[in-house]
């Protein structure tokens, strides 16, 4: 099950919830005082709270996350290598994805375990990766000295373009 119709499954719940809620508050309305079918618009009504009791949750994860923007690498800025990789690139069930990296630099996150961090690749023109062939790449962090404590050589890592997996690989001694 795909998170997109988990999320879908989710609102259309909230909805008839909802539409049974309003339902309810029309029935009690219009029902006479001591009567069952006002007993069952309250009963309907009540069926919104657990709804209401997500809204807030989510209410309050949102209040509590970061408000700033993590920030890549500025334009123009010298590659300065933190470490080498070995990487090999997952074969891809899509064209689109067929050959991700191409040569130039490449931005992306290594991902060690819940742990990310923001990477520059160096790819050269006349080695582009290949998918399920390894390949070699200089890496440079945006915060080295927090990516460096976790990568240290041999360190097994997934390589992602933002929510995809491209590749997987290991940290290289760096030559110097």
Known sequence: MTPSSMSTRRQIMAMAMLVLALIGGLVRWFAPQPSLARDVGSLLMVLWLP??????????????APKHQL????AGTVFEPHARIELTLLAADTPRLSRPI???FFDGALVVGSEGFTTRLAVPSDAEPVPEVPCTLAVQFLRPELALAQLTQGTKFALLA???VLGTGFVLPLER
């Open 162 to 164: 933002g929510r995809t």
């Open 102 to 104: 191409r040569a130039g």
């Open 51 to 64: 709804i209401v009791g997500n809204i807030i949750g989510w209410l309050m994860q949102r209040a509590r």
């Open 71 to 74: 920030q890549g690498f500025a």
